[in-house]
């Protein structure tokens, strides 16, 4: 059975070429509006509801602890350092067919797509991003877990000579993050390659990613080299961190705070005021049934 | 020394010229707002710890003049507070005042730096000289002691706020440690002198 993905974004949705062009301008003029006049309304008029986020935004503004906790840093330590070819990924745990496979071999035999989907990281502001990648299901599925598999943990690489933020121990290295099977064969939930139409850069966590966009971004775990099946429910590296604030599910949920700031609205960057945070980041319709009967508050 | 205060005051009044440089020129990065609240946030414990600098740094170099710069340095702490939360009130929340409640009584990073404003609001009231006379230096000076928990107030706000690297917070907590461990040091001294 093939479930088609219905994205509520398409390609047509995708920034007008004059305005990415122009992107420069744009974000300066956001930000000058922004900041000197505080008339945000004019910009909310300009921008359409999901306008993908200018390219230069997505890849100047990430959390990639690896390569440094400001957002700036990946940007500037990433290219150069991350070497993402030659690049494998070691399949492994409770499947028939473990093994450790080439980043082509892997993608290759797959229907590649472009999906624009939302991204609400859990501090509190969100993107639109054109991704481009394979779901995620349709490479599962070539493994064949077995009846035991309940659960997938991925892995980034964790190389000190490439990431100069390892030497920094905030978080316990290397990141692992997990996701329920039914999750990760969710049609919505993509291994991307690429954004833009292009391959991901460094930064954004080339050559091979996650994208689950109805979770809070540090679910979407950045340049894989492990993908395991389990049994038991992996301990991803922000629950590690501090249980407390973070959880294994980290469903975009407005009405579950972050102890310690609102989930309730984000800002879009690119937008002067903030807006309302969707449940399930407005994905309910493709995503909500996993979770029937289950108490969200406390699987936070 | 004349030079002094002006050139005090011009050299504190940069990184506001900075931002508004920045704002103007749309330089404030991907995410403005964020850039402008936290670096108002920055200068703000910056001039607050450099404010707090100025006795000790005074009785450690004997130079007598940097006793002038005191006010103008704990007022530009206090103007730095206040654009900060101009910025997070008018800017941030847009003037969403049920928000701001909330954020204030549920957030703890927020009420401590809502505290840190409570506190340094009497003594901006009381810096000027007509005051100090109308309270007396005694009672001045007790009042001005709330210049203490302020500070720790707004060094817990920012290591209350930051997501996991807290390098930077643990810098601010060390320079005001350094700074209250001097004067207690002279405090456990001063009975034995008497």
Known sequence: ?300 | MRWLKPAVFALSLLPLVWLGWQAAFGSLGVNPVETLNRTLGDWALRFLLLALAVTPVRQWTHWAPLARLRRMMGLFAFFYVCLHLASYVGVDLFFDWAALWKDVVKRTYITLGMGCFVLLLPLALTSTDGMIRRLGGRAWRKLHKLVFPAAILGVAHFWLMVKADIREPVVYALVLAVLLGWRMRTFVRAPQRA
């Open chain 1, 1 to 300: 059975m093939l479930i088609r993905p219905c994205p509520d974004l398409r390609e047509n949705d995708v920034t007008d070429h004059a305005l990415y062009v122009d992107r420069r301008r744009f974000l300066a003029g956001a930000a000058a509006v922004g900041t000197v006049l505080g008339a945000g309304r004019g910009l909310r008029a300009a921008t359409s509801d999901d306008t993908p986020t200018p390219f230069e935004a997505v890849t100047t503004y990430n959390n990639y602890y690896e390569f440094g906790t400001a957002k700036e840093d990946p940007a500037v330590t990433a290219p150069g350092r991350l070497k993402t070819a030659p690049w494998s990924v070691a399949v492994d745990g409770e499947c028939a067919k473990p093994g450790t496979i080439g980043l082509e071999d892997l993608i290759k035999p797959h229907k590649v797509e472009d999906r624009i989907y939302r991204l609400r990281c859990v501090e509190g502001w969100s993107m639109v991003i054109p991704w481009r990648g394979v779901q995620l299901s349709e490479v599962l599925k070539r493994f064949e877990p077995t009846s035991k598999a309940k659960y997938v943990e991925f892995t980034t690489l964790a190389d000190r000579e490439q990431m100069p933020g390892l030497r920094v121990p905030v978080l316990d290295w290397p990141y692992v993050e997990g996701l329920r099977l039914d999750e990760a064969v969710n049609p919505l939930t993509l291994l991307a390659t690429g954004l833009y139409g292009k391959d991901l850069l460094p930064q954004n966590g080339a050559p091979l990613r996650l994208v689950v966009p109805w979770k809070y971004g540090f679910k979407s775990i950045k340049s894989i080299v492990r993908i395991r099946f389990t049994e038991s429910q992996p301990l991803n590296s922000w629950q590690k961190y501090n249980r407390r604030e973070y959880g294994f599910y980290s469903n975009v949920n407005p009405d579950v705070d972050h102890p310690r700031w609102s989930q309730a609205n984000e800002r879009r960057i690119g937008e002067f005021r903030r807006r309302p945070t969707l449940m399930f980041n407005g994905y309910g319709d493709q995503v909500a049934a996993m979770y029937a009967g289950m108490d969200l508050k406390a699987n936070f």
